[in-house]
């Protein structure tokens, strides 16, 4: 291994947040000089001489793995038969002090690890890489949907002494007294968890997005209950048993086997048609906040679709549009589609990133949100042509 190769590694470990001194890069030349440059050899110089926690083990391990990526050795071969590893002291510590504890080097690894998440929340999903993928499908697992409620017809009784007046409870405690209401019982309408639906574009103009899309889909149908999923594009298909089990990738596999119509064309306007006759005004939605995941490209009428919406509205307690395409430099809502929505919509926000989720995430958990479709009552003249 010639040391132009060597540096390809250690700028790459550098680029990925690993904190990669000169007297550790010197430590790692002559470490190599000695043990051998064979991909096992250089595998475990470079993690002992390059790597201070935990934390930078696993950085040190997810860069190698994609440094070597095209030949016959694995990661798995590699680690059997670990040596002991080669101590050498960071520049810093060149005097032969240690550090004060151990306590130190993990704080230091927080916060690369914080500083690598935080550039993930903002990156496009259409230019994630694959490894880029699997620590974003992490941490849209880890997002948290926290329950909004609504006051039910149902009511329950209540300690307050004002409110709708709990005549059976009433008269069986005046019995205690001769009959004379001493205490007048009341009762309290009782709150209940608000449903949500999400409706996901899976159509090919979005094909860049659906995926982790529907990935956001299943982390809020498998953490809270009172949540409906659907996938819509030329058809509209039923999601939400095939999203409620614990394992995302189980979950996204027997979404895709579910649907027919993955990466094909747009009919919204049709879809929402559907939702609804078969879900929407028989009760599904009515009181619902209604997310619909979509760039807003239609083939189909744009009458049908402001017809649609119109009816969806009336029924809903709030209807969020998410769009990743709103998040580009310029962009003005021209499509069709999302012309004819976009005066039923109470909010309308990106959702190319992960930070748009953890948004949207903020909007269903706001309690007491209401409709604000007035904002959107007059549409802009460059949306109507």
Known sequence: MNDEGILGLVELLRTAGLSVPVGNLIAFTEAVGIVGDDLRSLYWCGRATLTHSPIDIDIYDRVYRHWILGTEISLTEMVSGAPKPLLVDDDENLDGEQ????????????VLRFSRTETLRSMDFADLDDEERFEVDRLIAEL????????????????????????????RESLRTGGEPIKRRTLQRTRVARRVVIIADISGSMASYSRSLIRYAHAAVSARG?????????????????????DP?????????????????????????????????????????????????DRGD???MECEMARLSRVAHRIVWVNPLK?????APL??????????????????????LDRLSSILSSDGAGPVRSRFASRPEEVTR
Do not use: C
């Not at 119509?261 to 906040?289: V, Y």
């Not at 499509?335 to 748009?356: E, N, Q």
């Open 226 to 246: 009172q949540v409906e999923a659907f996938a819509l594009g030329t058809r509209l298909t039923r999601l939400t048993r095939e999203l409620d089990t614990r």
């Open 249 to 297: 990738d189980q979950a996204l596999q027997r979404a895709a086997d579910s649907v027919e119509d993955w990466s094909g064309g747009t009919r919204l306007g049709e879809g929402l048609r559907r939702f609804n006759d078969e879900w929407g005004t028989k009760g599904m939605a009515r009181g619902a906040i209604v997310v619909i995941l979509s760039d807003g490209w």
């Open 335 to 356: 499509a069709r589609g999302m012309a004819a929505a976009l005066p039923f919509v109470d909010d309308f926000i990106d959702g190319h990133s992960l930070a748009s």
């Open 99 to 110: 550090p004060e504890s151990a306590d130190a080097e993990t704080d230091d690894g927080a």
């Open 327 to 331: 998040a580009s430099d310029g962009y």
């Open 144 to 171: 948290r949907l926290n329950a909004t409620t609504r006051r039910s017809r149902r009511r329950r009784p209540s300690k307050r002494t004002f409110g709708v007046p709990d005549l059976r409870r009433t008269v």
């Open 302 to 304: 744009p009458e049908q």
